[in-house]
């Protein structure tokens, strides 16, 4: 699991940019010096919370899934699980969305679109951080503008 400095350090930098008022934290116990109001949930739960609020920020470990593994029949079935929560939380509900994961879940990351933020060594186990951000997501291309929709100039020379 990431040194708590380096979540708390996150936390700082992203309430630069946006005060956190609600959070959710998932597989790992929120700490006193985090600001904003945050709740707490096991990834196991997070299909059955139900939808009352957005928060701001979402915090989703998925390094250590030990009770999910020996719940689940199949590596197919926690994978799943996984996607399921993940997905949930992004789309539903948080704005902002970063993961905690090991390098094994690398290509299931980037599949659900989420982005590289940093990769952090310790002598274990390393450890990458993931940030989904729906402004980044997909670059917009150069011809999805009004500039090339409709050229009244061109109505007369040319047969479409």
Known sequence: MPDQDIIALLLQL??????I?????????PQSNWGGQWQYCSLNDVASLPFDQRYDLAIVNLIKQTSLE???????????TINNAV?????????????????????QL???GFNQLLELVPEDNPVQIWQFNILTY???????NSKFWANPE???KFRW
């Open 110 to 112: 980037r599949a659900l």
């Open 138 to 144: 997909k670059h917009v291309p150069d011809w999805f």
């Open 70 to 80: 020996d719940e689940a029949s199949s590596e197919t079935l926690a994978n799943t």
């Open 21 to 29: 008022d609600q959070a959710i934290a998932i597989d790992i116990q």
């Open 154 to 156: 061109n109505w007369d």
């Open 14 to 19: 992203l309430a630069e940019e946006k005060q």
């Open 87 to 107: 997905v949930r939380m992004r789309d539903l509900f948080a704005k902002k969305i970063i993961v905690f994961a090991s390098l094994e879940r690398t290509k």
